[in-house]
């Protein structure tokens, strides 16, 4: 498992921000409404991505999960145009599905440390050491919240995620 540096530019995207433990209620109804909001607007982005940071001076994996916050996030294939997402919210709003919260945003990470993660969510803490030995040893550090792209579903048996740092000269 290796690490690599990798350049990120503007992103367009569907974007619901929260507060809550990964698989819980709030998370959940997040993911939801941006995959309801996206076929309603024509089809899926994707794959989901999500934007993880604490407001802790602790380390992210110390802080309980409950008091995480992170910015789900469906790439879309180019900006939509003006009115489309408040039209496709509209006609999804009786699903019941948090819809309002979805809004467009872009994201520009710029420089970037990634890895691909083969293995379960309780062992990404490796994969992250490896990313962290790799920032050290180029001389990075943490330049905006921790990225992660789903490349499989959650409940995946051999799940696959894009772990993305974006970072910045020591």
């Known amino acids: 498992m290796n690490a690599e ?46 934007l993880w940071w604490v407001e802790d001076e602790r380390p992210g994996l110390e802080v309980p999960r409950e008091q995480w916050r992170w910015h789900l996030l469906l790439p879309l294939p180019a900006a939509p145009e003006p009115g489309r997402l408040e039209r496709a919210r509209e006609s999804v709003r009786a ?20 890895i691909l993660h083969h293995g379960p969510f309780s062992e990404e ?4 050491k490896v990313m962290e030995e790799f920032m050290d040893e180029h001389a990075l550090v ?27 000269p020591a």
């Open 5 to 50: 540096l990798t350049t990120h530019g503007p992103v367009t995207c569907l974007n619901v921000t929260g507060l809550g433990e990964p698989g819980g209620g709030e998370h959940v109804s997040a993911i939801r409404a941006l995959f309801t909001v996206a076929g309603a607007m024509g089809g899926p982005g994707g794959p989901l991505e999500g």
């Open 95 to 114: 699903c019941g599905a948090a819809v309002d919260r979805v809004r467009v945003a872009v994201f520009t990470e710029g420089q970037c440390v990634e």
């Open 125 to 128: 803490h490796l994969s992250l």
């Open 142 to 168: 943490p330049n905006g919240p921790h990225h992660e792209v789903y490349l499989t579903a959650f409940d995946d048996p051999d799940p696959r995620t894009v772990l993305r740092q974006p970072v910045r």
